[in-house]
């Protein structure tokens, strides 16, 4: 199987601050990553994701970073704003199934 | 375009009663989740739908869980005998390979 897991519960940045949410996973297998955000009362929402062959990814304002050597992944979203509010979950996909981590809740301040 | 839908998206019930969730995925895509979400935790793997092929049911928590897929289009989730401990969000979702997901927006279960 696989677990995985975010450093932290919540996250408090400024408004306009780069903000770094890092998740861990355990099977060296995975060979897929997603970041989702979770806004209230809605469902998971795609926001970038990495396949195991790479280290880096970068989108609008997002960037993913991968390091399997440590099983490690991470989420920095730049010049953070406040409708980026919400709840961030990593996944990691290990055979047919994806594995998601609890969220990091972030709040953004304005 | 149509997103994933699911209904009800509130769903009250009594202790004992069932319950039944319904999905419906994006128009082609082949495979479909069915997850958990309890309060401030993660989401749980319940069952895959993938084409024809048999689904996976390894994260159903208990035989009061069941699904069903017709083909490749909606999908019902029916918990049995409901208790307490199933109050929850159950998120449906699909995709087209066993890549990005689109989720629906959730059913929220309450249990009373």
């Known amino acids: 199987g696989e677990s995985v897991g975010l450093h932290l519960p919540t996250l408090s940045v400024q408004e306009g601050d780069n903000s770094i949410i890092n998740c861990a996973y355990s099977?060296?297998?995975?060979?897929?990553f997603i970041w989702y955000k979770q806004e209230s009362g809605k469902g998971p929402q795609f926001i970038i994701d990495?396949?195991?062959?790479?280290d880096k990814r970068q989108g609008q304002r997002v960037t993913v970073l991968l390091n399997k050597t440590v099983k490690h992944l991470s989420l920095q979203i730049a010049a953070t704003q406040p409708g980026d509010s919400a709840v961030y979950f990593c996944a990691a996909h290990t055979g047919n199934q994806f594995y998601f981590g609890t969220g990091t809740s972030l709040t953004v301040i304005p | 375009g149509a997103g994933v839908s699911q209904s009800p998206s509130n769903k009250v019930t009594e202790k004992g009663k069932d319950v039944e969730l319904r999905c419906d995925p994006i128009s082609g895509h082949t495979a479909l989740y069915w997850y958990r979400q309890r309060l401030g935790q993660g989401l749980e793997f319940l069952i895959y739908?993938?084409?024809?092929?048999?689904?996976?049911k390894s994260g159903l928590p208990s035989d009061r869980f069941s699904a069903e897929r017709t083909g490749e289009s909606v999908s019902t989730l029916t918990i049995q005998r409901t208790q307490q401990e199933d109050s929850a969000v159950y998120l449906c979702a699909s995709s087209l390979t066993s890549n990005e997901q689109f989720f629906g927006p959730g059913t929220r279960l309450t249990v009373l």
């Open positions: 990495i396949r195991s062959n790479m």
């Open positions: 739908f993938q084409g024809n092929s048999a689904p996976d």
């Open positions: 099977n060296s297998a995975s060979d897929y």
